[in-house]
């Protein structure tokens, strides 16, 4: 505000009340008595611009001195000593000294705004000895320093892990390894070990080392059955933060196993092929062949060789050589080994026979037809064992016999003897018949008949068969005696006519005509029986007729369509002798058939076409029958047909909506490429739900289950891109100590902590285009920073000066500051009011930006730094430094509703637009605290990296998607997928990183890189 020059009411009046005013008057009214009214006039004007018309001057100010800092802690890490300490009065920064001695020798190391101070490159074992005052910065710049803190000790002492290898490697036999983990330095050290493997299983997990201890766990490993390569990581991580990452491997080779379904085979008796099975029981592929030990020849053994899968079997065949047999005694038994060598080791097969005299046996001895028998039989067999050959001969011209040689192996052979008796005189006639086995025996078998002068009536055939067409068929009847032959013929259906129907006979051939009616008899086969009666005998003839009948054929016992969709013929048949009438009947709604009805003339043949729809099928094998009814029969024919399904589907980025082409799709055990517009598609045989993975570098891979139905399927999945580093912003003038970013109007807003200044960066052309220098007397420190992209206006937390400072980014100009509270550390900026985080007040300030002032200060947990705001503008988000907690704040009440406990130290913090959840990171934890909204609870804590100093996350509305990325103070990143909690890692993107966020309107990433003094671009 400008002074304003000459006096003023209110000047006047602090005049009048101030010492010098009382004066004045006293003076006044004694001059009054001797000087006139005019030149006490003139003196009072005088004597008031004298001491009216400059500034007012300021009483003296009693000298104020910091307090004493309270609480002094320390905290030894793995690289530093923390210290810690409560905020003293009337302080605006504090010097830290340091001293190897209790009493003397300290040394100022440092100084800080804040109430921590890192001590870092310090030697291990060594005592140290801390202090710290506070100190004031006074009207006139000078400092005044208070009385420093009672001493406080801190050795240097750290638990160093080391286990000292990188890999543990199981082989292919070995169940147990081990492993020495270290404490290498002077500290006490707890460990815990885990794995990402589920073949894997420790003997303990988690301990406690002294100083220079170790101490050895064993692994034992699960080996699968499957041949394999298995790999994994065993993580080894101590509470100094330091971790260890080992692979872990095992193979798991193939072991083929020679497994045989019997050790023992006996032929005893028997000379038929045996077989048994030869099987690969194991894993792998089995290359295996037989010999025998004692090289038989007796046998033969195939196939000899082979080469078999996991699970597949061969059948062995074993055939007797007889001739090779014959060779070996003939009474007893013989044996032979079948070696069976395989790679994995030899079984053998022991193979015996018997041999033992064939003996020769037979039924009888004699034979006597008597007086009319003309055909008789005797059987020839083996008794023993072994094989019998036999040859008959021998018998008289009026004597056959069959068959005449053979051979026998346990079975019975039957030899049928027929005699003729026309040309033999009358009496007794008998012969020989010799059965001859050769070595193993004869048998002489006698045959006899009886011839004498009487008649014996013979009848030509037992059977007469009509066929459709014939009406006429005859027999004879003959006198086979001596004398007169009398016969009559009798039958008793009314179809059938005999002529003639009786008769005599000497040596003569007497002709019996039958004849059918068929008349109205029925279609099909009709019998009866012809009785021939003598006064010697009786003889029966059967009579069969066939009348005419239509015969429905099927030329075809199946029709398979496979996955055709082309009609498919075939033929229906009357194959009998009168008219055919037919009609088909369907019971799948899939399946037609033409023509469904018809008559057939005899022999005609008609062709059926029968077609298929799949239109409204699921996709598996169908199988219906087709029936055919007719007059002459009933046919059934079977359809099968199958339907393969089809999955189509689409690979897209969720960010840009763009196909994604050459992605990795897996469906089942089949393996594609997508297609240039990102397309692809699969077949499969049955419904049902399918998973498909998809992968693609840049990308978080993506796995989806598909639910098919009528042979189809469709999908369409959206794999979330992995930012990487597309360029830097970079200004030495502009950009000189980059601390905190803020964004609006597609602007970049940076505060510079060495020179108090603010740069503007276009983020359409990348390109830093000014420096707005913060105007003030001494050192603001400018830190957090938001904007308003509503009012154009910027917000700078002042933490030097306990001030937030308004940029106009109109004019990109500092046109006004207002008191905010002690240390503003962070800004962030709600739907229409100013947060800012007081480090030394434990609040957090609200501010109405239409004033702009401050309205009110929260209560949150101790030291409150970063800060973000949900996505809806309820609730704000507080990471509280100084006691491992987050609050969360409800910004209707702007009260804190709950704290949520994290990890120690969370200095970090990023919620997505839209987004579900509130990611917390600290650089003195390498986790990753995941706060879900909904629940206003910690969901989960992943191991990300060592040291994290920023976290910024994405939303894609798409599908719903988050991907969180944490960037080191290595200046690499790791890239979080919620909620399948997908990770990628070590994606470099600067040297050293500060802080990091991301636009929404540019969908970029912006990273502070403190040593380069740039903006790394991340897309």
């Not at 005013?21 to 000087?35: D, E, H, P, Q, V």
């Not at 081990?178 to 050290?189: A, H, P, R, S, Y």
């Not at 050769?438 to 059977?463: C, H, M, N, Y």
Request: hydrophobic letters at 40%.
């Amino acid at each position: 505000m400008a002074k304003t020059v000459g006096c003023s009411k209110s000047l006047v009046f602090r005049l009048m009340m101030s010492n010098w005013g009382a004066r004045l008057k006293k003076t006044t009214l004694s001059f009054l008595k001797y000087i006139n009214f005019p030149t006490v006039f003139l003196l009072c004007w005088v004597l008031v611009l004298m001491l009216g018309c400059g500034e007012d001057e300021p009483e003296p100010e009693p000298q104020i001195v910091p307090g004493i800092p309270t609480n002094l802690q320390t905290e030894v890490t793995q690289e530093a000593i923390v210290l810690t300490w409560e905020a003293s009065q009337h302080t605006d920064y504090y010097y830290v000294y340091r001293s190897l001695q209790l009493e003397n020798g300290f040394q100022r190391i440092g100084s800080t705004k804040g109430l921590s101070f890192v001590n870092s490159e310090l030697d291990v074992d060594q005592p140290y000895f801390y202090r710290i005052s506070g100190v004031r910065l006074a009207e006139d710049q000078k400092e005044v320093e208070g009385e420093k803190s009672p001493t406080l000790q801190a050795v240097f002492v750290i638990g160093i892990l080391n286990v000292g290898v990188d890999l543990i490697d199981f082989g292919e036999t070995s169940l147990e390894q081990q492993l020495t983990i270290k404490n290498d330095g002077g500290g006490e050290l707890n460990w815990t070990i885990s794995a990402d493997v589920d073949w894997l299983t420790f003997e303990q997990d988690s301990g406690k080392l002294q100083a220079k201890g170790e101490q050895t766990i064993i692994f034992l490993s699960v080996r699968p059955k499957s041949p394999a390569r298995l790999e994994g990581l065993i993580t080894v991580v101590s509470d100094w933060g330091k971790s260890f990452v080992i692979t872990v491997r095992m193979i798991i080779p193939a072991h083929p196993r020679l497994s045989l379904s019997t050790n023992t085979l006996d032929f005893a008796l028997t000379r038929q092929p045996r077989t048994f099975q030869i099987r690969n029981g194991g894993t792998g592929s089995l290359e295996w062949q037989v010999r025998k030990l004692s090289h038989a020849n007796w046998f033969t053994v195939s196939p000899q060789n082979g080469v078999l899968v996991a699970g597949q079997s061969d059948t062995l065949i074993l055939k007797i050589v007889l001739d090779q047999l014959r060779k070996y005694p003939l009474s007893g038994r013989i044996s032979e080994n079948l070696v069976f060598s395989g790679n994995d080791g030899e079984k053998r097969v022991y193979v015996t026979i018997k041999t033992v005299n064939p003996i020769l046996s037979i039924s009888d001895r004699s034979i006597n037809m008597g007086l009319n028998l003309n055909v008789s039989n005797f059987t020839i067999g083996n008794s023993g064992s072994g094989v019998v050959e036999w040859e008959i001969y021998g018998g008289e011209d009026w004597l056959t016999f069959e068959p005449k040689a053979g051979s026998s192996e346990g079975e019975t052979d039957r030899i049928i003897v027929t005699v003729d008796r026309t040309h033999l005189p009358e009496g007794d006639h008998s012969t020989k018949l010799r059965v001859d086995a050769k070595d193993f025996g004869q048998v002489d078998i006698t045959v006899s008949l009886e011839v004498v002068a009487r008649p014996q009536l013979f009848v030509s055939t037992p059977s007469v068969v009509f066929n459709s067409k014939e009406s006429e068929k005859t027999f004879r009847i003959q006198n086979f005696g001596a004398g007169i032959l009398r016969w009559q013929v009798t039958n008793e259906a009314n179809w059938l006519t005999i002529e003639p129907q009786s008769g005599e006979t000497g040596k003569e051939i007497d002709i019996v005509r039958l004849l059918v009616d068929r008349g109205d008899l029925p279609p099909g086969s009709h019998t009866t029986r012809v009785q021939v009666e003598a006064g010697v005998g009786r003889q029966t003839v059967a009579v069969t007729m066939q009348v005419p009948q239509p015969v429905l054929s099927l030329l075809a016992d199946e029709i398979d369509f496979g996955t055709s969709a082309k009609p498919k013929n075939f033929m229906l048949q009357n194959s009998g002798e009168v008219l055919l009438y037919w009609s088909a009947e369907i019971e799948a709604d899939w399946l037609t058939l033409t023509p469904m009805k018809g008559f057939l003339k005899e022999g005609e043949t008609v062709k059926m076409t029968v077609t298929v729809d799949r239109v409204q099928l699921d996709a598996r094998q169908y199988r219906t029958p087709i029936h055919i009814s007719s007059n002459g029969g009933d046919e059934t024919l079977s359809v099968r047909m199958t339907k393969t399904g089809r999955i189509n589907g689409i690979i897209r980025d969720v960010k840009t909506l763009q196909p994604i082409s050459q992605a990795t799709v897996e469906f089942r055990s089949e393996i594609k490429q997508s297609k240039p517009d990102g397309s692809f598609d699969f077949s499969y045989l049955q419904e049902g739900r399918y998973r498909i993975s998809v992968s693609s570098p840049g990308f978080f891979s993506r796995a989806s289950t598909i639910k098919t139905g009528l042979g189809w399927g469709e999908t369409e999945l959206f794999l979330s891109p992995v930012a990487r580093k597309t360029g830097q912003i970079r200004d030495v003038v502009l950009l000189t100590s980059p601390k905190r970013i803020a964004y609006s109007n597609r602007r970049a807003y940076v505060t510079n902590q060495a020179d108090d200044t603010v740069t503007v960066v276009n983020l359409n052309t990348e390109r830093a285009v000014t420096t707005i220098p913060l105007k003030w007397d001494r050192a603001c420190i400018p830190l957090g920073i938001a904007a308003s992209p509503k009012r154009s206006e910027v917000y700078v937390a002042a933490s030097a000066i306990d001030r937030i400072k308004l940029v106009d980014a109109g004019v990109n100009r500092d046109v006004h500051e207002f008191r905010i509270g002690d240390y503003p550390s962070e800004c962030v900026m709600g739907m229409s009011k100013l947060y800012v985080s007081l480090l030394r007040e434990d609040r957090v300030a609200v501010v109405d930006i239409s004033i702009p002032a401050r309205t009110n200060r929260i209560r949150v947990g101790k030291q409150p730094n970063a800060m973000v705001v949900s996505p809806d503008g309820l609730y704000l988000y507080v990471c509280n430094y100084g006691e491992a907690t987050v609050s969360v704040v409800n910004l209707v009440t702007e009260k804190e509703i709950k704290k949520v406990s994290v990890f120690s130290r969370p200095d970090a913090i990023a919620v997505a637009d839209s987004g579900s959840y509130v990611y917390v990171t600290s650089q003195f934890s390498g986790d990753l605290s995941i706060i879900g909204i909904r629940q206003q609870a910690e969901v989960n804590r992943l191991p990300i990296t060592k040291s994290p100093i920023g976290v910024a996350a994405v939303r894609f509305p798409q599908d719903g998607r988050e991907v969180v990325y944490v960037v080191d103070r290595d200046g690499t990143a790791s890239a979080i997928e919620m909620p399948t909690q997908a990770i990628i890692g070590n994606i470099p993107v600067a040297t050293s990183a500060e802080a990091f966020s991301y636009y929404p309107e540019t969908g970029k990433f912006y990273l502070i890189d403190s040593l380069q003094s740039a903006i790394v671009i991340l897309e």
